[in-house]
T-cell receptor, first 113, second 113 residues
Framework: DAKTTQPPSMDCAEGRAANLPCNHSTISGNEYVYWYRQIHSQGPQYIIH???NNETNEMASLIITEDRKSSTLILPHATLRDTAVYYC??????????????FGSGTQLTVLP | EPEVTQTPSHQVTQMGQEVILRCVPISNHLYFYWYRQILGQKVEFLVS????????KSEIFDDQFSVERPDGSNFTLKIRSTKLEDSAMYFC???????????FGSGTRLTVV
């Protein structure tokens, strides 16, 4: 699986957009970008994933660059409850296989009041 | 929203004892996983399970570990003879057959004394 690079920590003011970057320069054509978060030792929580198009759901937006070598997770209006470690994970298509996720160190996002 | 349920939430056991950690995955999911997280460290993959057999396992998943899906709803992780270094949060996860997100449980905190 392609390696990802994330900043170890970021701060964001409450109510503002949080933009979390991820580099995945060795990503291959069949690899998806997934974002998860972990709030204080709870189980990781799925946020969003994408292949090459930008994606949006009720939690966040995912912007993937045209060359797919980097992506940005956007939380449009961060709240204190969004304080968590955010993981960017690249994984090949797994339809029909039990392929696992490999977690890195992630980005500790702290939302400040 | 469907959940992955793990029991117990916290288990304390003496070194050398056997423990069984239990998980109820989401009912229509096909792939099942165990991960662990030692305090302050990364989330680590242990094992994946599909079609009633192990699909992949990590180096951590040695002969002391086993998994079972005894009745079509529960998914268990057994550690035969616990060591102090087995102390960790253990997370169960499941997913359906597509490329969507994995759903994680809230974890079992295992403390070996």
């Amino acid at each position: 699986d392609a390696k990802t690079t994330q900043p170890p920590s970021m701060d964001c003011a409450e109510g503002r957009a949080a933009n979390l970057p991820c580099n995945h320069s060795t990503i291959s054509g069949n690899e998806y970008v997934y974002w998860y978060r972990q709030i204080h030792s709870q189980g990781p929580q799925y946020i969003i994933h994408g292949l090459k198009n930008n994606e949006t759901n009720e939690m966040a937006s995912l912007i993937i660059t045209e060359d797919r070598k980097s992506s940005t997770l956007i939380l449009p209006h961060a709240t204190l409850r969004d304080t968590a470690v955010y993981y960017c994970i690249v994984r090949p298509r797994a339809t029909g296989s039990a392929r696992q996720l490999t977690f890195g160190s992630g980005t500790q996002l702290t939302v400040l009041p | 929203e469907p959940e992955v349920t793990q029991t117990p939430s916290h288990q304390v056991t003496q070194m050398g004892q056997e423990v069984i950690l239990r998980c109820v995955p989401i009912s229509n999911h096909l792939y099942f996983y165990w991960y662990r997280q030692i305090l302050g460290q990364k989330v680590e993959f242990l094992v994946s399970f599909y079609n009633n057999e192990i699909s992949e396992k990590s180096e951590i998943f040695d002969d002391q570990f086993s998994v079972e899906r005894p009745d079509g709803s529960n998914f268990t992780l057994k550690i035969r003879s616990t060591k102090l270094e087995d102390s960790a949060m253990y997370f169960c996860a499941s997913r359906d057959q597509g490329d969507g997100g994995y759903t994680f449980g809230s974890g079992t905190r295992l403390t070996v004394v």
